[in-house]
């Protein structure tokens, strides 16, 4: 049983995870990631965007600090820290950085582009 959870179970040490830089001002980490699931964590700058786009992952969030505006499907809502939203598969959504803001988001299956 111990040779099985060794193989499937991982911890990565944050440090360790290289960021990648999506956008000015957007970096995200690739923390974990199995067949179903992958979770991110994004580190945005004050002023920074991420335009409108879709895809067929659902994406639920958790803003750790920092705050937001987001358009989900044409609804616009200010996000803070605390805040967490889902986005299902196929909707529209984007969004602005009010200020510095660490968000993280699991998406399900993960994403590909990502990995």
Known sequence: MTE???QTAKVVPW????PVTMLPGV???????T???MIVEF???????VPQHEHPHDQVGY???GAATMNIDGVEV??????????????????RF??????????????????
């Open 4 to 6: 099985m959870i060794e």
């Open 43 to 49: 580190r945005l700058t004050a002023g920074a965007a």
């Open 78 to 95: 200010v996000c803070r820290a605390g805040d967490s939203y889902q986005i299902p598969g196929g909707v529209r959504h984007s969004v």
């Open 98 to 115: 009010l200020t510095d803001t660490v968000l993280i988001d699991a998406f399900s299956p993960p994403r590909e582009d990502y990995a």
């Open 35 to 37: 067949d179903k699931l």
């Open 63 to 65: 803003v750790v600090s």
């Open 27 to 33: 970096v995200r980490r690739t923390l974990g990631s």
């Open 15 to 18: 440090n360790e995870v290289e």
